[in-house]
């Protein structure tokens, strides 16, 4: 498994599990009735997500043999297409989130929003996965 792949899969994972603990946190606190905050939660949970990336980048980078190299062809072409295609899920996820306006709180928006930023990276570091696994 090539560097980058190693690096996509280590970002696609803590991004899922540090904001599927935070939209965890925020259907259970709109269930329970409870007012939801914005901003200590998230500010958390970013927090977090730097701190377990930027620790197991560093770890994979110690533990690697491979050579760090500049991006060849198809590395940058990986990247793009990946890239591109979270773009689509952005606007669309974005879309959603603005129709929140219309039957939530603008709190409840702001959370809709972010859940559309971590659904595009989701996004874009699968499309790198998915682009190293098929081989293009």
Not at 5 to 33: H, P, Q
Not at 58 to 80: G, N
Request: glycine letters at 8%; charged letters at 20%; a positive charge.
């Amino acid at each position: 498994m090539a560097l980058r792949e190693k690096s996509a899969w280590i970002s696609f994972w803590t991004t899922l599990v540090v904001y599927g603990g935070y939209f965890a946190y925020v259907a259970k606190a709109a269930l329970d009735g409870r007012p939801l905050g914005f901003a200590g939660p998230l500010t958390a949970c970013i927090l977090v997500l730097v701190v377990l990336q930027v620790g197991l980048q560093i770890l994979l980078a110690a533990l690697s043999r491979e050579p760090r190299t500049a991006q060849d062809e198809r590395e940058r072409r990986i990247d793009l297409e990946a890239s591109t295609r979270a773009f689509y899920v952005l606007q669309v996820a974005a879309m959603g989130a603005a129709i929140t306006v219309y039957f939530a709180d603008k709190t409840m928006m702001a959370h809709a929003v972010i859940l559309a930023l971590a659904v595009s990276e989701l996004a874009r570091h699968g499309g790198v996965i998915l682009g190293y696994r098929r081989g293009c």
